[in-house]
């Protein structure tokens, strides 16, 4: 027989795991809602040209990553490498801008990327991100890094490293970029084929190269943060100040620009210590002229993404998880008992309580040591003599406390 396995890069979430997965989803849910983010559901697959106008034609993602294909009618298609791009078309889609601003969308689900499957970094992978549109001032940057250390605090994650950077606009850009042209214009030929072409179209993007060769010749580059203009370089200082207000603790990376070319002024990345080389667990910043660029009207704009590969695997580490268990196990003996015992799990389950039943008339041995290894609070137990004197017997696993109680009382002995 073809034995089967999932594709390079792609993985399968299973229990317990996914336990972990629904608190971090939950957790995200709840405290993105206490900030006003609504859900919103995107596609998956987008018009290639999307992606390929947002995120910028010399980009990693754009240039390697993308899975892109050619539907049956010939139309180019890409799975999304990223949700940004996606949530922006469907803000200027549906006229967004014309509701109250901000509007603020939360969303979660799988991205995709041609990339080299490690620990850490995979192919299809899930991201929960955030995006606020219709606000330029640093407030709400502050308020999105806030609501992040919120989230990680509610997880139980400690010793995460909050970077933040301001990688200007475009009045401030080309003063930068012809630094960095200066800077690099003798050390071209050191660099990877890649960065020398970058070096003709963007050469800011040399600065996120991942070989180590142009790491090396990295060293000294001008700082972005030192090219900023007035009204950049306020905005940046506006935010650290309302960061130390809000007790966000930070560093400034001013070689942190980020590997999507959308991204004007505040850039930030949160990192963890524990996750070894793909260390960045959430990343963002403002896209201010993203809206416009879709067909929309002027609208700054600002998100971020957290990786729940690398996420989960925190969590996972960091805190003593409790894995969910039945709260009652109902096992039977004979055939009105366990007519009588399916009754009895209905009714609870009604009530939102994990009932789980005996079954194929095992004895009630094997069925108590059922319950047993499925850890389930409680056990009751139905018989003939039970369904003759009207009452059930309980029995708590955990202290082995037993006891009775008529059928008619079953369904408030649980809440
Ligand atoms: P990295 O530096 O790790 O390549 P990135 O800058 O490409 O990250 P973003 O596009 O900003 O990542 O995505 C935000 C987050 O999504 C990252 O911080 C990371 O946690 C997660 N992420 C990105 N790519 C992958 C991947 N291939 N597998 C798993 N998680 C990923
Ligand atoms: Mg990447």
Redesign the pocket.
Known sequence: MKKYSALK?TQDILPPDIHIWQKVEKVAKDVFTAYGFQELRAPIIESTDIFIRSIGETT??VEK?MYTFSDKAGRSITLR??GTAPIVRCYVENHLYNLPSPQKFFYSGP?F?H?R?QA????Q???I?AEAFGIGEPKIDAEILSMLKLFFERLGLKGLNFQVNSIGCEKCRPDYRNALVNFFSDRINGLCPDCKRRFEYNPLRIL?C?VDACIKLREGTPRVTDFLCSECSEHFNKLLSLLNLLNVPYVINPDMV???DYYTRTTF??TSKQLGA???????GRYDRLVEDFGGPPTPAIG????????TALVKSSCKETIPVPEVFIATIGESAEKEGLVIADKLRNKGIWVEIGYAGNSLKSQLRKADRLSAHYVLIIGDDEIAAGKLKWKRLSDGTRGEIPFNEVYNFFN
Do not use: S, T, Y
Not at 278 to 284: D, E, K, L, P, S
Not at 304 to 311: D, L, P, Q, V, Y
């Open positions: 890069g990693d993602i990553e490498p990223e991205m990327r990339e499957p850490g970094r995979f192919r992978f899930f991201q991100g996120d991942k980020r590997g999507l990345e949160i793909q260390n960045a667990v959430a990343a963002g971020f993404a957290i990786g729940m590969e690398r996420i």
